[in-house]
């Protein structure tokens, strides 16, 4: 296998999450109790809702781009919202006069594709995110609670190639995922170009990675990137690469193979999953070797996953995965992988 160079980004502050009691697990217009799994009513307090005051809380908004990339965002109660291509709104509050900001002065065609401009709020500010066609690429900006611009970075998606004595350009960058300080696009959905980049939300600076990302390894803070699963399509396998170690698996599916993954003391717990398949699958392995501790006892859903979020509350690992025609939650002992609970019937 070639080489890999990646450079492993560390974040020391932590921004202050409520240790209430974050029970309270929403699933559609119903929420579960992770306490004892029965339905509740509602999140009786803004501090029991999982899934907005956990340290997981950003896993849950990672969006998949070619369904609901985010057109609207609050930060510190400030709306601020996608408008056109040129443009995001913005209000110092809800009720009072929108200000137009103008995103793109050049008035370049941004690209015929999903989630080719979306905006996300972060704990520091708000990020707007423009895909243009051609090699003007993406462009990445952060914006104050006064819509003040932090910074505006420019990062390559197309690639220009050719063949039979015609020139034609490739475009291979996604967004991929985004915690509160990090933001990643990869060429997850091609297969002649094989890169990833990684954009620091504090200033914009960026770490380019030679290979395709199709997973990450956070930090236990949530916050700081720990490592990459990084897929090989000529090998055929998924290498896990971290700070803790580097080790591969086998993959046959490695074209559509998405790897969600949770660090646990000196595991990593991942789940395998395909897009438009129903197969899913649950290990833990050493983060160091990759020798197996157990695997999950998953029940398969009927219909394909889209997407796959894993958390973790009092030893229980918490996997939610969203379909087309809705979703399904399933909970697992975090020392055995054995089922606890199951939408699924």
Known sequence: MRK??????????????????????????SWIDLETFAKADSATTPESDFKKTSKYAARFRVFDIGINPPQQCEYKERPFRVIDDNHIGYKVSPGSKEVKLQTNSEEETLEKVGGNHFVVSI?????????????????????DEWAKL??????????????????FT??????????????????????????SVLVDLKDGKTTPIESTVCGVIRADNEIAIKGYVLRDEAAKTLTFKSAMGSWAIKENNITKVITETVVNDTAIIFARYYKGSPTVSLASCSAKTGKVVW??????????????????????????GTQNDGGFLEAFDMTNGKRLYSTIQ
Request: hydrophobic letters at 40%; glycine letters at 8%; charged letters at 15%.
């Open 4 to 29: 890999i160079f990646i450079t492993l980004q560390l974040v020391f502050s932590v921004g202050v999450v409520s240790v209430k009691a974050q029970n309270l697990y929403q699933m559609g217009t």
């Open 123 to 143: 704990p520091d500010g708000v990020v707007n995110v423009q895909r243009f066609s051609g090699p003007s690429g993406y462009r990445v900006a952060k914006y």
């Open 150 to 167: 932090q910074f505006k970075q420019n990062i390559p998606h197309t690639l220009t190639a050719e063949k039979g004595g015609k020139e």
């Open 170 to 195: 490739v475009p291979y960058l996604y967004y991929f995922m985004h915690t509160d300080r990090f933001m990643l696009f990869t060429s997850l959905n091609t297969r002649t170009v094989h890169k």
């Open 295 to 320: 695997v999950g006892e998953v029940k398969q859903p009927a219909a394909g996953a889209n997407q796959i979020f894993l958390s973790v509350y009092k030893g229980k690992l918490i996997m939610e």
